[in-house]
């Protein structure tokens, strides 16, 4: 499958959540079980001989890839939540918005030091996320091993503030 199929699937809002903004609303991909699966078989060629032991999803689109990859990749899976959001002790990483600050939290043994990482999250847009995602990983002295994501905003300049080689995204927009 070409990712013209994938990108096809993937059904535009304008001005969602607020005006200005062309949401990606990637349900409709989702429900298309034939595109879903070739996403998932597209992210595991790509990881599957990089000795992946955990595969760290970010809150919340990035749970529905990061769950069946790591059953494929024979990995464990790390959830990246809110604050609040996780009920054991956990370390806190916050990143700039436009206006303001948020943040992003992860449970203190959810990676042992030395364990290869894959970071998946839907979409990379301004990169916020995905880096504080990443600080948090260090800080587990956890290897990331890449970033994967189901789309890219080029013009949005995430991969400039993730600012790591090892970005693979199935489409770019």
Known sequence: MNTDKIENNIRNIPDFPKKGIQFKDITTLLQNAEVFQEVIDQFTQYFEDKNIHKVVGIES???????????RLNAGLVLVRKPGKLPSQTLNEEYALEYGSDAVEIHTDAINPGENILIIDDLLATGGTAKATGALVNKLKGNI???AFLMELMELKGRNVVNDPSIFSLITL
């Open 61 to 71: 689109r990035g749970f529905i890839f990061a769950a069946p990859l790591a059953l």
């Open 145 to 147: 091993i890449g970033y």
